[in-house]
């Protein structure tokens, strides 16, 4: 386990750093080890769901028709991927509650690893009047609203869990001696990933309570986010700017 408090001023100092925090955690624990396999994992789970090899030409381009939503399902899990590694490599934590919500979020991705792919491909298939097909049967009228409801909750989850950990990195502060900037930074990231969560739980109630002739068009509500999300990154980026020019940032913990 990693002693959070081993940063003295003068190591601190010279650490690289990016986007105004010092990254604390370059070298990979076991933990960042057992969490990069298991992402690697769930894109395994993602290819082996659409594993038959086509016999012909037309098999072919059927399975090429699979890519767009593929391609959507595995960026959602490379983003939760970029997100904890950022976290990791930021702060450098692995004390008994990072450990835990590290592996809780791994367990998340790993049960909800399928409705990612379903969303998207529903959501393929009718943008492109069905010529792309969906992995997702609607049997019933409430599969579709359903269906967001299942994946907002395991967004939003993963989301929180994100949250988490940068909260407990900010508990932490004087231990990882953060400075101002490091600290709105912290808070800038709590902010950001606490929008998708919010939005995530929207577009589920969105699915679930409303009528299911309303309820198909939750997947919209997820259309907020490139909105709320670069204003949300610009607020903060100018309470950056002012307090780096209203007091220089020292290099030790403030």
């Not at 299942?150 to 900010?170: E, K």
């Not at 100018?238 to 290099?251: F, T």
């Amino acid at each position: 386990m990693q002693d959070v408090g081993r940063f003295e001023p003068a190591g601190v100092a010279t650490l690289p750093s990016s986007q105004d925090v010092r990254l604390r955690g370059l070298e990979v624990t076991r933990l960042e080890t057992f969490c990069d396999a298991a992402f690697a994992s769930a894109v395994t789970l993602l290819v082996i769901s659409g594993s038959t090899i086509p016999r012909s030409y037309a098999a072919l381009v059927e399975a090429l028709k699979d890519v767009p939503a593929f391609l959507t399902s595995f960026a959602a899990i490379a983003l939760m991927w970029v997100a904890h590694r950022q976290w990791s490599r930021r702060y450098g934590l692995e004390d008994g509650w990072t450990t835990l919500i590290s592996l809780s979020v791994v367990f998340v991705m790993l049960v909800y690893v399928y409705p990612p792919q379903m969303v998207a491909s529903a959501f393929m298939s009718f943008a492109s009047g069905g010529w792309l097909p969906s992995a997702f049967t609607i049997v019933h009228a409430r599969d579709l609203p359903g269906l967001f409801v299942v994946y907002g909750v395991g967004l939003a989850v993963q989301m929180t869990l994100l949250v988490f950990l940068y909260v407990r990195a900010l508990r932490l502060g004087e231990s990882l001696r953060l400075n101002d900037v490091e600290r709105l930074r912290t808070r800038q990231e709590i902010a950001l990933h606490a929008t998708v969560a919010a939005t995530a739980v929207a577009s589920a109630l969105f699915a679930g309570l409303l009528p299911t002739i309303v309820g198909i068009w939750a997947g919209f509500v997820y259309m907020t986010l490139p909105v709320t999300m670069p204003i949300t990154a610009v607020r903060y980026a100018r309470r950056v700017e002012a307090l780096k020019a209203d007091a220089p940032v020292r290099e030790e913990d403030t």
